[in-house]
């Protein structure tokens, strides 16, 4: 049997999403530095915010096309679960990696969120 070439389809869309959230990561300690700055850059601040504003796009971009991806083959691989296993293990591995960034990306924004409150309230 032939792979299903949506398989591979799917395998680089968790790879783009690991290095978008790769970069959100990157932007979020960015931001820390500026926030902890006392000489904060307002422009500096607003130009970070709108790239991480670009990234997240991005992602919702890649998870709109990865869940229409799937959707068109989830039938063929819940049937041939056996012929597709690498892949999915494959997927199913950047899935936890990407679970892993995103919870780091969730404790970076919550706080980078106190810095914010803090820095706006002095």
């Known amino acids: 049997m032939e792979k299903n ?6 395998i680089q ?3 783009k999403k690991s290095a978008v959230l790769d970069a959100v990561i990157e932007l979020n300690i960015r931001q820390k530095e500026e926030l902890e700055n006392p000489g904060l850059d307002p422009d500096d601040f607003d130009a970070c915010v709108e790239e991480k504003a ?3 796009e991005q992602l919702e971009l890649l998870d709109t096309g990865f869940q229409e991806v799937y959707d068109k083959i989830k039938a063929d691989l819940q049937t041939n679960q056996q012929e597709y296993r690498e892949e999915i293990a494959e997927m199913q591995e950047y899935i936890r990696r990407l ?8 404790a970076q924004e919550a706080r ?6 803090q820095k706006f309230a002095s």
Do not use: G, W
Not at 5 to 10: C, E, H, R
Not at 99 to 106: F, G, M, N, R, V
């Open 5 to 10: 070439p949506y398989l591979t389809i799917m």
């Open 13 to 15: 869309s968790l790879k």
């Open 54 to 56: 670009k990234q997240i």
């Open 99 to 106: 679970t892993d960034k995103s919870a780091t990306i969730q």
């Open 112 to 117: 980078n969120k106190d810095l914010m409150t």
